[in-house]
């Protein structure tokens, strides 16, 4: 039988919608047994939320002071630790589970499937290549680990409803103390975290100055939508680069998707097509960005953003 | 001797628009322009840099796989590394080997930083700077934004899902790069011609004891599904109406 474990992603407070993620990816292995491990300072409240998801069977908290900010130097030597019962281990594929899981799977002699899209079965897995241009179906070794990170955009949050037992974990393995937490300064707002937002405004290139792109923020308001950018508009200087949508920033998948004077290129079309509906507004009628729109509107940005504004 | 130890990766270029072979046993890479790996290449840069500084004295750059890596190292050391190791093999080398190949020469080499890409554009892996840190047994700091060495340390800045965040790490340490960390200088002519008389050394894995093992069988591969070309409308008030219809908004 699969045994799955899962390693948390939270930020001391609030459990991550990847872990969610993660749960229903793992669901995909016929028989799998999920536990979720919860690396924290003080883990009460983060494993309380796991512990209440569809799907988890077992939560394991693991406490130590230099948990209070995660960091894969100190959590992959302690979930190796732990690692020996289980056949699988997941993470989200976001920067937490990118930075720390490969760090896992060295320490336990383990290859990593990373991005998993699909789950065949408990060996085989779909993964995107060349940045989304190809699928590839690989399959792990027989009787070995499978290290992994799941690809958020890929899997609806498991929902609540579960009750699962919540245990201590013995956690005095030796941490090294070479890595040592600074500072995050993370962009405050009171938009919808552009991650997990079910509407996404995103700007590009067109906008034209950081003063312009925020004519973006007001349709985002009106929509209740988080606001993104491509990756021109973020190294234009437009956009903070945490908004970037694309292959090497965000992959998103919101039921709705304005894409702004953003002309589509294959990196940041790779960051949106799990998205439900998008919505393209562009000047120039040939750009690529409407061969996968769902609705397409060539004009004026600076002219139809206001309206669109008005009659939403 | 202050050395930094930087990797890179031969990949299809980053302009070539790939395709899948027709009977799914792979990506069609015949014939189509090779490069060093985006990534790979911010990192030889902040390794020129960090030099020019004075934070170094040496740069060495390292690739694995098949002959026609050498084309990239030369390229690499046109534009300022200063001496390259090419480990030379046919066979398909996966991010844990990589990461041996790696730990093997930094046993060597014993460099005060190992800076790699973020990952590499053909794989899309992400993952053989935190395996070679983890068998290293140093401090990562992967996705990196800034880098800024003083005395033993270094602090890095990050590009993470929540925005920035800081480290700090002793070196000898891994780094790996983002997008932003700086822009690549280009190649002049007279620097390829330099280049040409500096040190290659090729190894072989037999040399390094390493003996690779493919651990992940892929066994087909397809063009992603593609979305429909949807509908254009005319104005502002045609979208939200077919919005409204769609119940979207």
Same mark, same amino acid.
């Given at each position: 039988m699969s045994k799955v474990l899962i390693i948390a992603e939270h930020d001391g407070a609030k459990l991550n919608a990847g872990t969610a993620k993660c749960v229903t990816c793992a669901s995909g292995i016929e028989g799998a047994e999920i536990t979720v491990a919860v690396c924290a300072n003080d883990a009460s409240s983060v494993a309380a939320q796991a512990a209440a998801?569809?799907?988890?069977a077992r939560v394991l908290k693991l406490e130590?002071?230099?948990?209070a900010h995660a960091l894969a130097a100190t959590i992959a030597p302690q979930i190796a630790a732990i690692a020996a019962p289980f056949s699988h281990l997941f993470g989200p594929s976001t920067t937490f589970g990118k930075d720390l899981m490969p760090r896992i799977a060295a320490l336990l002699d383990s290859a990593q499937v990373s991005d998993i899209m699909a789950i065949e079965s408990a060996t085989r897995f779909r993964r995107p290549i060349y940045a989304g241009n190809a699928i590839v179906t690989v399959e792990t070794e027989a009787g070995a680990k499978v290290i992994g990170t799941v690809r958020t955009a890929s899997f609806e949050a498991a929902p609540a409803g579960g009750n699962a037992a919540i245990e201590s974990a013995d956690s005095s393995v030796a941490l090294p103390a070479h890595t040592r937490f600074v500072s995050l300064s993370a962009a405050k707002s009171?938009?919808?975290d552009l991650q997990s937002a079910s509407r996404v405004v995103s700007g590009g290139r067109a906008l034209g100055s950081a003063e312009q792109f925020q004519i973006l923020y007001r349709l985002a308001d009106k929509l209740g939508a988080a606001v993104g950018a491509s990756r021109a508009a973020v190294d234009a200087g437009?956009?903070?680069? %945490?908004?970037q949508v694309g292959q090497t920033g965000k992959i998103i998948a919101p039921e709705l998707y304005f894409a702004v004077g953003i002309s589509g290129a294959i990196q940041h079309l790779t960051g949106i097509k799990d998205a439900r509906t998008i919505v393209a507004i562009n000047? %120039?009628?040939?750009?690529?960005i409407f061969e996968i729109a769902d609705f397409g509107l060539v004009g004026d940005l600076f002219q139809l953003v206001p309206e669109l504004e008005k009659l939403l | 001797m202050k050395r930094i130890l930087v990797g890179i990766k031969r990949v299809v270029d980053y302009n070539v628009r790939i395709r899948v072979k027709p009977d799914g046993t792979g990506v069609a890479t015949d014939g189509v322009k090779m490069s060093i790996n985006p990534f790979d290449e911010i990192a030889l840069e902040e390794a020129l840099r960090i030099k020019e500084r004075g934070g170094a004295e040496e740069v060495v750059v390292v690739t694995i796989g098949p002959a026609d890596c050498q084309q990239q190292l030369r390229t690499a050391l046109a534009m300022g590394a200063d001496r390259a190791l090419h480990v030379q093999t046919d066979s398909v080398i996966e991010p844990l080997d990589a990461a041996r190949v790696l730990l093997k020469l930094v046993e060597r080499e014993q460099p005060l930083l190992a800076i790699l890409g973020?990952?590499?554009?053909?794989?899309?892996?992400?993952q053989t700077g935190q395996m070679l840190a983890a068998l290293w047994s140093r401090p990562q700091a992967t996705f990196a934004s800034k880098l800024e060495l003083t005395d033993g340390k270094a602090t890095v800045t990050r590009e993470v899902d929540a925005g920035l965040e800081t480290l700090e790490i002793d070196l000898p340490a891994l780094v790996t790069t983002d997008l932003r960390l700086n822009e690549p200088r280009y190649v002049k002519l007279p620097d390829i011609m330099k280049a040409k008389k500096k040190p290659l050394e090729t190894l072989t894995l037999d040399s390094l004891g390493i003996a690779p093992r493919q651990r992940l069988k892929p066994l087909r591969y397809a063009p992603p599904p593609q979305r429909q070309k949807g509908v254009m409308v005319k104005d502002a008030a045609e979208l939200v109406a077919a919005l409204r219809k769609r119940g979207v908004v």
């Open positions: 998801l569809k799907g988890v130590n002071p230099v948990h009171d938009r919808p437009y956009a903070a680069n %945490d908004l000047k %120039d009628p040939e750009a690529p | 973020k990952q590499a554009i053909d794989d899309d892996n992400n």
